[in-house]
C-alpha cells in the first residue's frame, strides 16, 4: 500500500510535531482538532518550527514553502475521509481513543490504516472498537517529533503484516527508524523509561537530593542527554502519570505504582515546562 495522505488527530505538541515530518516528507497533511484554538498553535508552531530548521540550514526555504502548502486544518473527523493513513495524537485516555476510533471507522475508506501515538495503551483493544482490526496499529513517536529518530511501531494481536509492512515503509520515508515491539503495556520505550523517571520522584520526595543534583547526577554520571525529571518536565508530568497508572493496572506489580509526589504535582496543575512549572520552573507558556 502507498500512503500519500495522512490525518494526524489532535493538534497538540506530538500531533502537530507528526504532521510537522510528514508535510515535510511530501504527504499530504490533514491536522484535526476539534479545539480552534489548539488547532491555530498546533499550525502556528508547525510554521515556526520550519522557519527555525530553515534558520538553521536544516531546510531550504522551497522545502519549508511546500511542506506548509501540504498542510491543512480541519475541526471533524471527517476531515480524514480521504488519508490512506490516520495517526491519532489525543491525551493517554483508553476510552477517548476507542471513541475516536470506532467514529474513524465509520468516516474512512475500507483500506485505511487507523494508527495511534499511544505511548502506553492496548492496541488490541482499541483496534476492538473498529470493525478492521487488521489495520490497526501503534505508531509511537517520540518528543520532539522533527527531531527524534525513533517510532516504536506496535503490532495489535490482530495486526496484519501488510498493515505493519506499511507503516515501517512510512516511517523510513519519514527520515525515522522504526522498532516493531509486542502489545504489552509500555511497550518498549515507556516499559523502562517510566520506572527511572518515577524512581527520581520517589529521591526527590524524600529528600535524597534536591531536582537539579539528582539530573546533575544521571547527566554527568550516567552520559544521559537531560536529567529524569526534566524529561518527565518535557513529556508531561500528567502524560507520566497516566502512563504509570496503565503500567501499574494492566502489569499488577507495585514497582510501578506512581509516586505520590508525582500525583501531588499533577493535582495542583504543575505539569512541567507546558505550564511553567513542573520539577524545574520555566518560562510562562507562550
Same mark, same amino acid.
Given at each position: 500500500?502507498?500512503?500519500r495522505?495522512?490525518a494526524?488527530?489532535?493538534?497538540?505538541?506530538?500531533?502537530?510535531?507528526? /504532521?510537522?515530518?510528514?508535510a515535510?516528507?511530501?504527504?499530504?497533511v490533514?491536522?484535526? +482538532?476539534?479545539?480552534?484554538? #489548539?488547532?491555530?498553535?498546533g499550525?502556528?508552531?508547525?510554521?515556526r518550527?520550519?522557519g527555525?530548521?530553515?534558520?538553521?540550514?536544516?531546510?531550504?526555504?522551497?522545502?519549508?514553502?511546500?511542506?506548509?502548502a501540504?498542510?491543512?486544518?480541519?475541526?471533524?473527523?471527517d476531515?480524514?475521509?480521504?488519508a490512506?493513513?490516520?495517526?491519532?495524537?489525543?491525551?493517554?485516555?483508553?476510552s477517548?481513543?476507542?471513541?475516536?476510533?470506532?467514529?474513524?471507522?465509520?468516516?474512512?475508506p475500507?483500506g485505511t490504516?487507523?494508527?495511534?501515538?499511544t505511548?502506553?495503551?492496548?492496541?488490541?483493544?482499541?483496534? /476492538?472498537?473498529?470493525?478492521?482490526?487488521g489495520?490497526?496499529?501503534g505508531?509511537?513517536f517520540?518528543?520532539?517529533?522533527?527531531?527524534?529518530?525513533?517510532?516504536?511501531?506496535?503490532?495489535?494481536?490482530?495486526?496484519? +503484516?501488510a498493515?505493519?509492512?506499511?507503516?515501517?515503509?512510512? #516511517?523510513?520515508?519519514?527520515?525515522?527508524?522504526?522498532?516493531?515491539?509486542?502489545?504489552?503495556?509500555?511497550?518498549?520505550s515507556?516499559?523502562?523509561l517510566m520506572?527511572?523517571?518515577?524512581?527520581?520522584?520517589?529521591?526527590?520526595?524524600?529528600?535524597?537530593a534536591?531536582a537539579?543534583?539528582?539530573d546533575?547526577?544521571?547527566?554527568?554520571?550516567?552520559?544521559?542527554?537531560?536529567?529524569?525529571? #526534566?524529561l518527565?518536565?518535557?513529556?508531561?508530568?500528567d502524560?507520566?502519570?497516566?502512563?504509570?497508572?496503565?503500567?501499574?493496572?494492566e502489569l499488577?506489580?507495585d514497582r510501578?505504582?506512581?509516586?505520590?509526589l508525582l500525583?501531588?504535582y499533577?493535582? /495542583?496543575?504543575?505539569?512541567?515546562?507546558?505550564s511553567?512549572?513542573?520539577?524545574?520552573?520555566y518560562?510562562?507558556?507562550?
Amino acid at each position: 500500500m502507498k500512503v500519500r495522505r495522512v490525518a494526524v488527530i489532535g493538534a497538540g505538541t506530538m500531533g502537530n510535531g507528526i /504532521a510537522h515530518v510528514c508535510a515535510l516528507g511530501g504527504l499530504g497533511v490533514s491536522l484535526v +482538532d476539534a479545539d480552534a484554538a #489548539a488547532l491555530d498553535r498546533g499550525l502556528a508552531t508547525i510554521g515556526r518550527n520550519l522557519g527555525r530548521q530553515l534558520a538553521r540550514g536544516k531546510i531550504t526555504a522551497e522545502e519549508r514553502a511546500g511542506a506548509l502548502a501540504r498542510i491543512e486544518g480541519g475541526r471533524s473527523l471527517d476531515a480524514a475521509a480521504h488519508a490512506d493513513l490516520v495517526i491519532e495524537a489525543v491525551p493517554e485516555h483508553a476510552s477517548l481513543k476507542r471513541e475516536i476510533f470506532a467514529e474513524l471507522d465509520g468516516v474512512t475508506p475500507p483500506g485505511t490504516i487507523l494508527a495511534s501515538n499511544t505511548s502506553s495503551i492496548s492496541i488490541t483493544a482499541i483496534a /476492538a472498537a473498529t470493525g478492521r482490526p487488521g489495520q490497526v496499529i501503534g505508531m509511537h513517536f517520540m518528543n520532539p517529533v522533527p527531531v527524534m529518530k525513533l517510532v516504536e511501531v506496535i503490532r495489535g494481536l490482530r495486526t496484519s +503484516d501488510a498493515t505493519t509492512a506499511a507503516v515501517m515503509e512510512v #516511517a523510513r520515508a519519514l527520515g525515522k527508524t522504526p522498532v516493531e515491539a509486542r502489545d504489552f503495556p509500555g511497550f518498549v520505550s515507556n516499559r523502562i523509561l517510566m520506572p527511572m523517571i518515577n524512581e527520581a520522584v520517589f529521591a526527590l520526595m524524600e529528600g535524597v537530593a534536591d531536582a537539579e543534583g539528582i539530573d546533575t547526577v544521571m547527566k554527568l554520571g550516567m552520559n544521559h542527554p537531560m536529567g529524569p525529571l #526534566a524529561l518527565a518536565d518535557l513529556i508531561g508530568l500528567d502524560t507520566c502519570l497516566n502512563i504509570l497508572e496503565v503500567l501499574h493496572r494492566e502489569l499488577g506489580d507495585d514497582r510501578y505504582r506512581p509516586c505520590p509526589l508525582l500525583r501531588q504535582y499533577v493535582a /495542583a496543575g504543575w505539569l512541567g515546562r507546558k505550564s511553567g512549572r513542573g520539577f524545574h520552573r520555566y518560562a510562562p507558556p507562550g
